[in-house]
Nanobody, 114 residues
């Protein structure tokens, strides 16, 4: 059974930083694609960053501020978020697709106050 558990969300001021964690069970983050999505108030869910093996990508909206990385020993994927802006306020979700299903975590709230 695949489980993804996010943690690390919270409330910060503009310019602050947070590290989100996605700890997986039932899959290996070393070989599977793991992605971070977010859904802001009144907005659709959008892709933020993806990591597969040694390949990673970050969407233009957060490039230069967000970094995705992995600790294989902990089976955990991180999203480091710096210079946070009010528009980064959202619920952040961890995702891992497979051939027959999309696995999602429960989400973690990030609030950036101006």
């Amino acid at each position: 059974q695949v489980q993804l558990v996010e943690s690390g969300g919270g409330s910060v001021h503009v310019g602050g930083s947070l590290r989100l964690s996605c700890t997986a069970s039932g899959i290996s983050v070393s070989v599977r694609t793991v992605a971070w999505y977010r859904q802001g108030p009144g907005k659709e869910r959008e892709l933020v960053a993806t990591i597969t093996g040694d390949t990673f990508s970050v969407e233009d909206s957060v490039k230069g501020r967000f970094t995705i990385s992995r600790d294989s020993a902990k089976n955990t994927v991180y999203l480091d978020m710096n210079n946070l802006k009010p528009e980064d306020t959202a619920i952040y979700y961890c995702n891992s697709p497979s051939w027959d299903a999309q696995y999602w975590g429960q989400g973690t709230q990030v609030t950036v106050a101006s």
